[in-house]
């Protein structure tokens, strides 16, 4: 059986990964980048975040997509499990097993995050007083007070797409390259739409970083201790 990657690339992204983590938590606890990007999407004429109902980032990039993800998602859980014969392509074993991984990371990611949603206690942007609403604001890595209107840490939407990285295990071992392009696509997708979230005041830069290091992390637990092939 062939590893997806060797030995030492996956020493480096371990260490990447931890590396990471250190950056998110100084951006979210050490700067004040995070209240920053939010002030910006916030009018403070108007007292509000102008494009929460905006029609591309909440109907388009919120609902829109999210729905086209979970289909695309559904047909690769088919392509994966229904049995090829019953299929009108023929896909190889090799594909077959990675797509497996590919839908199975997208749900570990999905409930994962779900879960922790459901246990934090951290709030959106429009709950925070600065915001209009009535949480005080604390930074995400930072001891936060039961609060009510909480449940928004890590970022949600943001998974609904993030999970497209998995599809570079389609191109490993023998295409190093192009799962790394394919990897930094999904990333891309995912952070765009937890961008899309934040320009609407439901949540922080820290929120949607955590959410896209999370997905990386069950990546690199597949390199570490799976192979790319059945035999």
Avoid at 123 to 131: L, V
């Amino acid at each position: 059986m062939e590893p997806w990657i060797s030995g030492r690339t996956l020493i480096r992204l371990w260490w990447l990964w931890l590396f990471t983590a250190v950056i998110i938590v100084w951006l979210a606890n050490g700067t004040s980048l995070d209240i920053r990007l939010a002030d910006s999407a916030f009018d403070m004429h108007q007292h509000a975040f102008t494009l929460k109902h905006n029609v591309l980032l909440e109907t388009v990039m919120h609902s829109y997509a999210k729905t086209i993800l979970t289909v695309f998602w559904i047909l690769l859980l088919l392509i994966a499990y229904v049995p090829s014969t019953k299929l009108p392509v023929h896909f190889s074993a090799s594909t077959i097993h990675a797509l497996r991984w590919v839908t199975i990371l997208a749900l570990v990611n999905a409930v994962v995050v779900s879960c922790l949603k459901h246990q934090m206690p951290h709030a959106c942007p429009w709950d925070i007083a600065r915001y209009g609403g009535t949480s005080p604001w604390v930074p995400t890595f930072s001891n936060h007070p039961a609060m009510q209107a909480g449940h928004c840490f890590p970022a949600g939407h943001a998974t609904s797409g993030v999970w497209l990285s998995a599809l570079c295990l389609l191109w490993l071992p023998q295409a190093p390259r192009k799962a790394l392009l394919m990897a930094i696509a999904g990333l891309a997708v995912g952070f765009t739409l937890g961008w899309a979230q934040q320009l609407r005041g439901a949540h922080f830069l820290s929120h949607t970083l955590t959410s896209l290091w999370l997905m990386c992390g069950w990546l690199l637990m597949v390199f570490t201790f799976s192979k790319s092939r059945f035999s």
